[in-house]
């Protein structure tokens, strides 16, 4: 049971889960307000570098790589090794055993149960004056789109902190 939840349980949830958080970041926000995030909060820019890894190849790795996984997990179902005792030859003691279509069901189950907060949270976290999530994804194409960073990072009820004397006291 453990393997099961090993080759299920993990890798996919993790590997969607990253490319959502891509595809937000690169996309939704995009790479010009998380660059003008991090010179805000660092006082220079990222590099070309990184905002092209942010929107192109990382996305496109996790896709391969989830693609890749996908394939091998249906052309060859998950194993298990077991035991078989001894006979004349000595040579295989032990036998890879595939798992029941039940326990590879339950695997899948448990990949659904992981993402299943995604929609979820995006159904119970949308604006009440707008379309949502759907709206952001369809504004985050419009070229001349930038967030006010301070409006982004203030929350009702936060203290700002304009001076570090006034912090530090």
């Known amino acids: 049971m453990i393997t099961i939840f090993d080759t299920y349980g993990m890798n996919i949830p993790i590997l969607i889960l990253a490319l959502c958080e891509c595809l937000a970041v690169g996309w939704v926000f995009g790479t010009d307000n998380m ?36 394939v ?9 090794t077991v035991y078989v005792g001894c006979n004349d030859t000595h040579a295989n003691l032990v036998e890879d055993v595939t798992f029941p279509l039940s326990a590879q069901l339950v695997g899948w189950a448990v990949v659904v149960m992981a993402l299943i907060p995604i929609p979820i949270f995006l159904v119970l976290n949308r604006d009440e004056d707008t379309l949502g999530f759907l709206k952001s994804c369809a504004m985050s194409y419009k070229k001349d789109r930038h967030y006010d960073m301070e409006e982004l990072y203030y929350r009702p009820g936060m203290k700002l902190v304009e001076d570090k004397e006034e912090h530090d006291a």
């Open 72 to 80: 091998q997990n249906m052309i060859q179902a998950p194993s298990y």
């Open 35 to 70: 660059s003008k995030a991090i010179e805000d909060m660092q006082g220079s820019k990222p590099c070309l570098f990184f905002t092209i890894c942010w929107k192109y190849i990382s996305p496109g790795l996790l896709i391969i790589i989830f693609c890749i996984t996908f």
